[in-house]
């Protein structure tokens, strides 16, 4: 061998991580084959089960099967065979495939167990439509699987173990050596082909279990679902609310992108996790969608792994966490890592994917061990990690951010590399995101906000997408200037305060916005304790923290209004309905009612 091979069993912080060779026996004596042409055209055996036929097969050989680019002619096909609670295939060995190993498609119950698959062409385990359930994959092996051209367009980027459908079971399974992923999950709005029905929404499925699979050693991710899982607790309710699945004891290393894969994914929880030295991050999700906020971690008991040596530790992140608000870990140990540990807000400043930012990321029970740098401050550099039990920022209720000068309190200090230079504020001081958009006129779309306090200054430019305007993550209990680098002035704004599940009572933060032209008032509309829109007062005195939200204030004088974000006069049992409890609706009056004249007018 050109490369040294190691197959071992190895302990990181106590826990048992084997990384040892598995092993697969390709002879049995009843050897099922195509003939000796069959690598000519591609073109071997199939055995197949269908419409109801039951289908046993144990202790034998598949070689030289599967007929590329021929729908349905694979090496052991269950074709709509419907349940299938006595049939089985297992302790076989099925390799020198020209397509695919296992195909499960429209059938329950089937098993597929202890099997032996090798140098595979395409997906090599396969459920087909969507439909098909309660199906066990249980210690089955799969090595080498490559790439197939001329069947489904996924494919070419085949998977191990590939599933249309999350209503299985997939346990003690081992993917290894494929070119590019070793589990992936592409789930269907309804299920295809001959097994189409709109009252079957696999992309919302259920997940039956997903228990302590390995994947190793493939040429792109451990675990990949993509491009969307979003369950739901009625699958073809959109309105049902989430459904919580759990992916346990998963063992991903040695893989050359990350140990876990998501795109879009809902109420999805990892748990017992193993990803060691993974090309790239060790769990990478883009899209946190469809969840709600609870105490359910959604990455728990993590254990990552730069490198297995201490004296070269890794580049790249133990966790990239997703866009979008309420995700959660808790209980996560990193080793060995040269570079910021903890990313979030994934993709959020590519075009494709651009977000606001300000996303509030819960955390407990974290431990870094030879890892000094714990976060790492990625586009559009907003990040508000909030640190439950002090394993973060050594501040029970603690906060990490990313540096603005506008934030730099007593309370709130910048700190070194060990947080990028960001902020990191004590248990006393709250951090919430601030959002200005619905502001008018059209002249003041891409001016950058100024940002002025007792602390110092800061700039935030505006985005065009998700909300269109900008997004601060701001210390409260604070009073801020904010002004539009811009000689336009504002007629119209909406501020939004946060997300009410993380508010706590007696919450504020005083804003104050220059203008330039006179100004005879502003009307503001906040939502009541009913979450009707009712007009605010302006005060002629200075503001309290215990004034109304939406309660302003205008000085002629200076050419400055001031207005109270608050908890007081609200209820946040309005979270979730619009327009929620937290927001402020802005008009501004130049005039008098009848003291305005058109041109030409006579006064």
Not at 13 to 19: H, S, V
Not at 256 to 280: C, P, Q, R, T, Y
Not at 299 to 325: C, K, M, T, W
Request: some cysteine; aromatic content about 12%; hydrophobic content about 35%.
């Amino acid at each position: 061998l050109k490369y040294d091979h190691q197959s071992r069993i190895v302990f990181v912080d106590g826990d048992r991580i084997d990384l040892r060779v598995e092993v697969g026996l390709m002879t049995r004596n009843i050897v099922i084959q195509g003939d000796d042409d069959s690598y000519r055209q591609d073109f071997g055996a199939h055995t197949i089960a269908v419409n109801g036929g039951t289908y046993r097969l144990e202790n034998a050989e598949l070689r030289r099967c599967g007929q590329a680019g021929l729908m349905g002619r694979y090496c052991a096909h269950h074709h709509m065979a419907g349940v299938q609670a006595t049939s089985y295939i297992r302790s076989n060995s099925i390799h020198h495939s020209f397509q695919r190993a296992v195909t499960v498609h429209g059938t329950h119950r089937l098993r597929v167990e202890r099997n032996f698959a090798y140098n595979i062409h395409g997906h090599t385990f396969f459920v087909e439509d969507g439909g098909e359930r309660e199906n066990i994959f249980e210690e089955n092996l799969g090595v080498h699987t490559q790439q197939l051209f001329n069947m489904l367009m996924s494919d070419i980027k085949p998977a191990t173990f590939w599933t249309s459908s999350p209503t299985n079971t997939w346990i003690h399974n081992v993917a290894a050596g494929c070119t590019h992923d070793g589990y992936w999950l592409e789930l269907p709005g309804n299920p295809g082909g001959p097994s189409y029905t709109p009252d079957i929404c696999p992309v919302h499925g259920p997940l039956i279990a997903f228990f302590n699979n390995t994947a190793h050693s493939n040429g792109v991710h451990g675990l990949r679902i993509y491009p969307t899982y979003l369950p739901l607790e009625d699958p073809c309710d959109g309105n049902s609310g989430p459904s919580p699945q759990y992916f346990h004891n998963f063992t991903s290393w040695h893989n050359g992108a990350h140990g876990i894969f998501g795109k879009m994914n809902g109420d999805l929880h990892h748990i017992n996790s193993k990803l060691v030295e993974n090309g790239d991050d060790e769990l990478f999700w883009t899209k946190l969608e469809s969840v709600v906020y609870n105490d359910d971690p959604h990455v728990s008991n993590l254990l990552a792994v730069g490198s297995l040596d201490p004296a070269r530790p890794a580049d790249g992140h133990g966790i990239f966490g997703p866009q979008n608000e309420f995700f959660y870990i808790n209980g996560a140990r990193f080793v060995n890592y040269a570079t910021g540990v903890l990313a979030s807000c994934a993709k959020c400043g590519e075009q494709s994917d651009l977000k606001q930012g300000g996303y509030t990321v819960r955390m407990a029970n974290l431990r870094f061990l030879n890892s000094s740098i714990r976060v790492d401050w990625t586009p559009p550099y907003k990040q508000i990690f909030f640190d439950m039990d002090g394993s973060l920022t050594g501040f029970v209720n603690g906060t990490a951010l990313p540096f603005y000068g506008f934030n730099n309190f007593p309370e709130c200090p910048r700190m070194g590399v060990q947080y990028e230079n960001g902020t990191v504020c004590n248990g006393t001081a709250r951090v919430r995101k601030l959002l200005i958009e619905g502001v008018e006129p059209n002249e003041l779309d891409f001016v950058t906000v100024q940002m002025n306090s007792s602390a110092g200054v800061g700039r935030i430019d505006f985005l065009p997408k998700e909300r269109y305007g900008w997004v601060l993550p701001m210390v409260v209990r604070k009073t801020y200037s904010a002004d539009f680098l811009n000689q336009v002035d504002y007629q119209t704004m909406i501020l939004r305060y946060s997300e009410p599940e993380y508010v706590e009572q007696g919450e504020w933060m005083q804003l104050r916005f220059n203008y330039t032209d006179f100004r005879y008032e502003f009307q503001v509309q906040y939502p009541d304790s009913n979450g009707v829109l009712v007009e605010s007062v302006d005060l002629g005195t200075a503001l309290l923290p215990t004034d109304k939200i939406g309660t302003g204030r205008i000085n002629p004088t200076t050419k400055v209004w001031d207005v109270m974000l608050s908890t007081a006069g609200t209820n946040a049992n309005l979270m979730g309905s619009w327009p929620g409890p937290y927001q402020v609706f802005l008009k501004a009056i130049q005039c008098a009612p009848g003291m305005c004249q058109l041109p030409g007018e006579v006064p």
